[in-house]
């Protein structure tokens, strides 16, 4: 989005050892073209039904296309996509393409959200090692159809993971826009220690990673 700025640079280095890319949906800031022209296009890419023709276009050669429901192995890996209540529009002329979340089981099992809002059965993803939950977002408002700090603390209460780690703030910022700070993830620590406090809370900052 033309609009928007990263707040750090993503070394080339981050790059190297891709094996897959779990994409969604279909809004600018989650798949990004140019973002995904990095990477080789032997990549093998799961989107939502009605994006792949993005990521075709752009030369990649495994391209899945999922819905709710589906299952995809990825190596020694198990994904299953899972509901999301988020908007499916790519706008303003783009495709159409029904966000979803994964959970993706291996030695450990993980939940990345992507964008969504609490939904009916999202204590059916258990049982959830880490969960990767959306706090905030680029923007002054927060729009339906986003988990907010109390929100992503209440979900927590239906997930039950032992390890959550707030995701989606701090990424993206406006041209004119002071730097982002961690008000957001740290509203989330905060929320979720009365909430939920038998679940440990990390906050990471850009480039860095998370071992299970």
Do not use: K
């Amino acid at each position: 989005m033309v609009h928007l700025r990263r707040a750090g640079a993503v070394p080339r280095a981050a790059f190297a050892d891709v094996d897959a890319v779990l994409v969604s949906h279909s809004h600018f800031d989650h798949l990004d073209l140019p973002s995904l022209a990095r990477l080789d296009r032997s990549v093998r890419v799961v989107v939502p039904r009605g994006a792949g023709v993005l990521v075709r276009r752009r030369g990649f050669e495994r391209v899945v296309e999922v819905e709710e429901g589906d299952e995809v192995e990825l190596g020694t890996l198990h994904v299953r996509t899972v509901h999301a209540d988020h908007d499916a529009a790519r706008r303003p002329l783009g495709v159409r393409a029904q966000p979803v979340g994964f959970v993706v089981r291996g030695s450990r099992s993980v939940y990345f959200a992507g964008d969504t809002d609490i939904f009916p059965g999202m204590d059916d993803l258990r049982p959830i090692d880490a969960a990767l939950l959306p706090v905030a977002g680029w923007g002054p408002t927060l729009p339906p159809g986003h988990l907010n700090p109390r929100s992503a603390a209440e979900s927590l209460v239906l997930l039950r993971p032992g390890l959550a780690v707030p995701i989606h703030w701090g990424t993206f910022r406006t041209p004119l826009a002071a730097p982002p700070d961690d008000a957001a993830p740290q509203e989330f620590v905060r929320a979720a220690a009365e909430l939920a406090p038998g679940v440990e809370v990390r906050v990471l900052q850009i480039g860095e990673s998370c071992p299970l």
